[in-house]
């Protein structure tokens, strides 16, 4: 089967970007049925904002165990008065 390039638009940044026959072979090659809906530039940025490599990097929040009283960083700012867990003791108090 022949490929042909063909223009696509990017689902985040609306731009316009190429999917080459050389990707379209790629993908067939490893069994993938859709078309990329983002451009290259978009596809690492969100790679990145996955990892949480540098800039994209998840906000951490401080906060002291409710258990233990250690200090701690949690992936969301705790409400005022709730009760918020380091690693280990979360991890014990989901074994209870």
């Known amino acids: 089967m022949a490929f042909e390039d063909r223009a696509l638009e990017c689902r985040g940044c609306g731009?316009?970007?190429?999917?080459?026959?050389?990707?379209q072979e790629f993908?067939?090659?490893?069994?993938?049925v859709n078309d990329p809906v983002r451009c290259p530039s978009c596809r690492a940025t969100r790679r990145r904002t996955k990892a949480g490599v540098?800039?994209?990097?998840?906000?951490?929040?401080a906060a002291v165990c409710t258990e233990c009283g250690d200090n701690t960083e949690l992936p969301?700012?705790?409400?005022?008065?709730?009760?918020?867990?380091?690693?280990?003791?979360?991890?014990v108090a989901q074994t209870k």
């Open 54 to 61: 540098g800039e994209y990097a998840q906000q951490m929040y």
């Open 76 to 91: 969301f700012e705790p409400k005022p008065g709730a009760q918020v867990y380091c690693k280990d003791c979360f991890a």
């Open 27 to 32: 993908f067939q090659e490893r069994g993938l």
């Open 15 to 23: 731009a316009e970007f190429v999917f080459s026959s050389g990707e």
